[in-house]
Every structure is written in structure tokens, then in C-alpha cells.
């Protein structure tokens, strides 16, 4: 089964806080251990790449991908170039900041092998306006300009930490559905960096997609979360009609806690379990997997 997660802040624990590998929740052995098919890796220029030197802050990530290369896990451009039976990653950038200094920063990231981008992290920068906060502004021009580009380019456009408005903004104002690669369903943990059923509704009508976050504190109010809480939050966007459309956004490493029994890659074989006995279908599953992610990809490319 080819098994996708779409946001990881390894490379930036690696490479930046300089962490040492086997205290992650995500590496060689354990995205082996996990039947992991391909981990997303983000480039992390958070409130720091904001103030200071998003440059250096990228080469250590970047530097950090030898970690995994060396262990005999390639990056790859595409879900479609990661076979399921071995253990690839793609890599992602979260947080616009490194496109600030001019437009031209799209194409070269895209060349770096980067294939989605969320806009923001937790702070406002040229691009638009971060969830935590609560603000009212859309995409600013430029923000608009980034998203055409990277829609231009074949850059994903990914809408987790992203306000509200920024988020009606890309559908209104350009022309390719966004994904949000880690966010959970607002109406069974109502923090702001959740989706609501009206966004969730125009993900699965437009066909976009969503990868379901682990942190506990999005997945339920208290902040106790187990396997069962991250099956919840899948079936629920399910229910709503998108099992088309979820998957997984672990956020590991990213992340101070997590569910029980989902603490690092090598347990996702559990939550597949968990799934499981939700009476998915095997094709359901499947999709939930990695298969739907492959799916939005495809359509990116139509
Ligand atoms: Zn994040």
C-alpha cells in the first residue's frame, strides 16, 4: 500500500535545532518501520525565517536531507515517483518568507524539488495573514501574484496556518484547488487552526485535499487524543463526502506531543489499524493511505 504523509518539521530539528536522530519522531528506521511510502519534508522559515536569515535556515534543512539520502531514502519530485514499497520523501516549504524577495523565488524553489508551499506559518509576512490572530485581510497582491506563480510552476498552494479570508481569496481570485496539509476538522476541535465545514465543503467539491493533523490540541479540546481521535477526524471529513480528499499530515517533529499509540512513524501501521475496524473498505483505506494524494497531484498536473 502506498502510505503518504504530507507535512513533517524534521529537516529543520535536523539541520537548525540540530536534534539528534534517533530522538525524532521521524527517521530512517522508523519511516521503515512505519511501511511509510513517502514523508513530506518542510522547509520551516517560521516567526525566525520572518526577522532573520531565512537563507542560512533553508541550507541547514536542505543540508539535513543527507540524514536520509545516506540511509537509502532519494527525494523525489512527485507521489507518483515514490514506489510504495520503498520509503522516499518530497519536500515542502512552510512559510512564504523565503519568496519574498522577488517572484522569480517560486521557480527556483520549485527547482530545488519543492512541490507545495504553505503561505504562512504563525505570522503575517507579505504574502497574507495567519490564522492564529484572527484577521479579516485576504491574500495581499503579491500574495495573489506567489499563488498564481506557484500554480504556474506546478507548486502546490497549501492554505494550514492560512486565514480564512486568504483561504476563500485562492479560490476566488485564482485558478487551482489548494490542499491543507495539516489541519484537523474545526467541528470536533474548534481551534483556529482547523477547518470549518464551509471549507472543508469547498476542499471536497473542488477536489483539493487534507491532511489530517496529529497534534493532540487540534484533534480534541482537552488535549487527550489517541488513534481513535485521529480515525475521527478522517471518518468525519469522510462522512462529509471527501474520502476522496484525506489523508494524513502528521506534523511530527513539529509537534511536543502526540496521540497515544501514534508517537512516530513507525506506529502508522497502528492508525491504519484503527481505520481498519472503522470498517473502511479496503479501497477507502487505500486512498486515506496515500492514494488520494497521488490523486490531487494528478489533477494539479490536468
Ligand atoms: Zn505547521
Redesign the pocket.
Known amino acids: 500500500m502506498f502510505i503518504a504523509d504530507t ?1 513533517s ?1 524534521t529537516l529543520h530539528a535536523l539541520g537548525v535545532e540540530k536534534k539528534p536522530l534517533d530522538s525524532l519522531m521521524i527517521n530512517p528506521d522508523k519511516l521503515r518501520a512505519g511501511h511509510v511510502s513517502m514523508q513530506t519534508f ?1 522547509l ?1 522559515t517560521g516567526s525566525r525565517g520572518n526577522r532573520g536569515d531565512v537563507d542560512g535556515i533553508v541550507r541547514g534543512e536542505l543540508e539535513a536531507r543527507h540524514f536520509f539520502t545516506d540511509a537509502g531514502i532519494p527525494q523525489v519530485d512527485d507521489p507518483e515517483d515514490a514506489p510504495e514499497d520503498k520509503c522516499s520523501f518530497m519536500l515542502s516549504v ?1 512559510g512564504g518568507e523565503v519568496f519574498e524577495k522577488g517572484i522569480e523565488t517560486v521557480e527556483y524553489y520549485r527547482s530545488l524539488g519543492v512541490r507545495m508551499a ?1 503561505l504562512l ?1 504563525n505570522n503575517e509576512n507579505s504574502i497574507g495573514f495567519p490564522a492564529k490572530g484572527g484577521s479579516k485581510e485576504g491574500l495581499t497582491d503579491y500574495g495573489v501574484q506567489v499563488v498564481r506563480e506557484m500554480q504556474r510552476v506546478g507548486m502546490a498552494v497549501d492554505t ?2 492560512l486565514n480564512e479570508q486568504g483561504f476563500w481569496d485562492i479560490f476566488l481570485k485564482t485558478n487551482r484547488v489548494p490542499l491543507a496539509s ?1 489541519s484537523c476538522c474545526s467541528a470536533l476541535c474548534p481551534h483556529f487552526r482547523n477547518l470549518t465545514d464551509e471549507q472543508l465543503r469547498l476542499l471536497i467539491r473542488e477536489k483539493g485535499y487534507v491532511g489530517i493533523n496529529f497534534y493532540p490540541y487540534f484533534l480534541s479540546k482537552d488535549g487527550h487524543a489517541t488513534l481513535e481521535t485521529v480515525a475521527e477526524h478522517i471518518d468525519y471529513v469522510c462522512q462529509m463526502g471527501g474520502e476522496e480528499i484525506v489523508g494524513f499530515g502528521s ?1 511530527f517533529d ?1 509537534i511536543e506531543c502526540a496521540p497515544e499509540g501514534l508517537e512516530g512513524a513507525d506506529k502508522v501501521p497502528a492508525l491504519m489499524d484503527a481505520l481498519r475496524r472503522r470498517g473502511f473498505p479496503e479501497k477507502v483505506l487505500a486512498g486515506i493511505a496515500g492514494e488520494n494524494l497521488r490523486g490531487y497531484f494528478r489533477r494539479m498536473k490536468q
Request: net charge negative.
Open positions: 507535512h518539521d518542510a520551516w512552510e504553505a506559518w494550514s496556518h495539516h506534523d513539529g
